[in-house]
Each structure stands twice: as C-alpha cells, then as structure tokens.
C-alpha cells in the first residue's frame, strides 16, 4: 500500500512488544512538515509506552527510503522565520529519537537522501538493501545538512560526513555506507532485510528492557546539546535558503 494523501500518512502497529512505524508520502517517502510533527509525537508517546521495548522505522512502498524534506514547502520559504520553522521540523524528529527511550531499529530499503540520511543515522541501528544508496545534495542549491550533520557524523565520523556532502552531486552506495558505519548490515534483497530485521527485533524485544534503556543512553552520551544545537543550525539553513544562489536554484529545478 502507498499513501496518496498530500500531507503523508503514518501507521504504528505495535505486536509482541515491538513497535513499527511506518510513514510514507506519494513524493518518494519525503517529509512535509506536517508529517514530521506527527513522527516527532509519535516516537515521544512510544518513549512512554510499557507495552513497547523496540520501534522499527520503515517507510512506504519497495522504492525510495526517503527523499528528505518537501521540496514544495521548501520553495515556499518567504522569510527568516519560515526557514527555521521549516527546517527545525528534521531537528525535532532527531532529538525525538535521540531522546526516546526505546531503541529503534532502521529499515532502508531504497534510496535515501538528504533528512533521510539523518533518519537513518539517528536510529540505534540500521539495516538495508543494495538499492540503499545515499546522498547529501544540499550544497548543489546552496544549503547544506546543517541540522542532520551531528547526526551524520556521529556515525560515519568527519571524514564520512565531508566525504557525502562535498561530493554532493555523487550517489554513496549501501556498502560505502556500511563500511562507514552508517548500516549495520546490507542485504540484497527487502525480503532477507525484512527477515533480519524481524529476527533482531524479536531478540532484542526479549532483553531487559532497563538494560536496554541504560544501554540507549550510553550510545547517545554527550549529546545532551542537541536541543540548541539543531536548533541553531536550523536557522542557518533557514537564512541560506533566502540567498539569492538559492532562490535562483530552485527556481532551475522548480522548471
């Protein structure tokens, strides 16, 4: 099933103490700021929910993971405050799942760009298929993935996050980014993905779920900043996305 609904759909079934989430959009999965502040919500009810130990984040269909934010809110950007509201909304599902206090689980099953990549990276550990190639190509429009970076980095290290944003015309395939450390494992196929993923779930939902919780804040540790931070970064891509190089950009891909 695949959503045709404008502002995207989400649907969370929770079974054997396992929570999936599964959101999905008609423009490749992508994230209009309506559908990131019910995933925010979402994943902060989860946090507090008795009957859950572990989420599973999936999206629609067998194609594209996520293709980031929406393209027509981004072009809609009028003013200062516009821009950071509209990019805050990746900044607030990423302290969401940083602050959660069940692990999450990712999904990746196709293509992934820009907030998806953040997507990926802040969950406690991510599985994909082959077709998972990723990309962070903010700075073709004269942006950059100011907010998702912290994210970013702190699983594929500086070196990865300079690596995917510079090259921001190149597509990184699923194994780069296993060797990175942005994936746990690659699959070839959704269905031996799915299959994994079911295995892993059913273990990890059977460990104490305090260990699991005191072993969620250990991963995360030193990132108590995030709040401010991501926030503050919002507000650079919110006034980048007022440049002229940009407008003129989006007017180009806009045709």
Not at 117 to 136: N, P
Not at 150 to 169: D, F, N, Y
Request: aromatic fraction near 8%; include cysteine.
């Amino acid at each position: 099933m695949t959503t045709n609904r404008e502002n995207g759909s989400l649907y969370t079934k929770i079974q054997n103490k396992i929570a999936t989430v599964e959101f999905g959009h008609p423009a490749s999965n992508s994230f209009p700021s309506e559908l990131l502040d019910r995933l925010e919500k979402e994943l902060l009810r989860l946090s507090t929910e008795d009957t859950v130990n572990v989420i599973i984040l999936r999206s629609e269909g067998e194609k594209a993971f996520c293709a980031g934010a929406s393209f027509d809110e981004l072009v809609a950007v009028e003013n200062l405050q516009q821009g950071k509201q509209f990019f805050s909304g990746f900044a607030k599902v990423i302290n969401a799942m940083r602050s959660c206090k069940k692990l999450i689980l990712g999904r990746i099953q196709g293509k992934t760009v820009g907030g998806g990549v953040g997507l990926a990276a802040a969950c406690d550990y991510a599985m994909a298929t082959e077709a998972a190639s990723i990309k962070l190509s903010e700075l073709t429009i004269g942006i950059g993935p100011f907010v998702i970076a912290p994210a970013v980095e702190r699983k594929i290290g500086v070196s990865g996050l300079a690596e995917l944003t510079l090259a921001a015309h190149e597509w990184k395939n699923a194994y780069w980014a296993k060797e990175k450390g942005l994936f746990a494992k690659v699959f070839e196929s959704i269905k031996d993905l799915d299959e994994e993923i079911e295995m892993f779930s059913e273990k990890l939902a059977s460990y104490n779920p305090q260990a699991l919780l005191e072993m969620k804040r250990t991963l995360w540790e030193n990132t108590e900043d995030w709040d401010d931070l991501l926030q503050k970064r919002a507000a650079i891509s919110g006034e980048l996305v007022l440049s002229d190089f940009t407008k003129q950009a989006l007017s180009k891909f806009k045709k």
